[in-house]
Antibody, heavy 120, light 109 residues
Framework: QVQLQESGPGLVKPSETLSLTCTVS????????WSWIRQPPGKGLEWIGY???????DYSPSLKSRVTISVDTSKNQFSLKLTSVTAADTATYYC??????????????WGQGILVTVSS | EVVLTQSPGTLSLSPGERATLSCRTS???????LAWYQQKPGQAPRLLIY???RRATDIPDRFSGSGSGTDFTLTISRLEPEDFAVYYC??????????FGQGTKVEIK
């Protein structure tokens, strides 16, 4: 059974960098797309970006200037960095797996989510 | 950007009733790339339907999806107590490649 687990600080100061890691267990990181998706409290889902296991990436245009996603296949992990955070970046951050065309580019496995609060 | 508009915002129904949720896209998309998720409070979203009509693994057959072009529907044939939740549609394609609807809450009447 594939499992994803987000880890990182739950509190980040304004203007600093949010850094999260997603550890994949029960399956390989190879062959899949891996996304970061966030959800502000009481609101809907926002896709942040993805990385393919080979290292290619794409980001949401609204966040592109502040986001970097990287992958470490040896550790079965991928990571998110979001710079210059403000209170508007307060959200639950999810990592998710996407099998690509075989599943219509739907996200089939999700981490439990990690709440990150931006506050001084 | 492909914008997804879900309706209604809230659906108040009783267990055993039929639920019909709508998702409209701002431009025509391939039905291969429309998915539905269920989210319960404090939990991550769970994939229900992909390819507009294909049930994901272990999803009961009371959940069905349909539609094409710009109009898509998620139907729950007979609501069970565990089905009361928020439902999101998601599309793939364009820039950004993935966008979500704002969600429909199915609540107990």
């Amino acid at each position: 059974q594939v499992q994803l687990q987000e880890s990182g600080p739950g509190l980040v100061k304004p203007s600093e960098t949010l850094s999260l890691t997603c550890t994949v267990s029960g399956g390989s990181i190879s062959g899949y797309y891996w996304s970061w998706i966030r959800q502000p409290p009481g609101k809907g889902l926002e896709w942040i970006g993805y990385i393919y296991y080979s290292g290619s990436t794409d980001y949401s245009p609204s966040l592109k200037s502040r986001v970097t996603i990287s992958v470490d296949t040896s550790k079965n992990q991928f990571s998110l960095k979001l710079t210059s955070v403000t209170a508007a970046d307060t959200a639950t951050y999810y990592c998710a797996r996407n099998p690509g065309y075989s599943h219509g580019y739907a996200h089939d496995y999700w981490g439990q989510g990690i709440l990150v609060t931006v506050s001084s | 950007e492909v914008v997804l508009t879900q309706s209604p915002g809230t659906l108040s129904l009783s267990p055993g009733e039929r639920a019909t949720l709508s998702c409209r896209t701002s431009q025509s998309i391939s039905s291969n790339y429309l998915a539905w998720y269920q989210q319960k409070p404090g939990q991550a979203p769970r994939l229900l339907i992909y390819g507009a009509s294909r049930r994901a693994t272990d999803i009961p057959d009371r959940f069905s999806g349909s539609g094409s072009g710009t109009d898509f529907t998620l139907t729950i044939s007979r609501l069970e107590p565990e089905d009361f939740a928020v439902y999101y549609c998601q599309q793939y394609g364009g820039s950004p490649p993935w966008t979500f609807g704002q969600g429909t809450k199915v609540e107990i009447k």
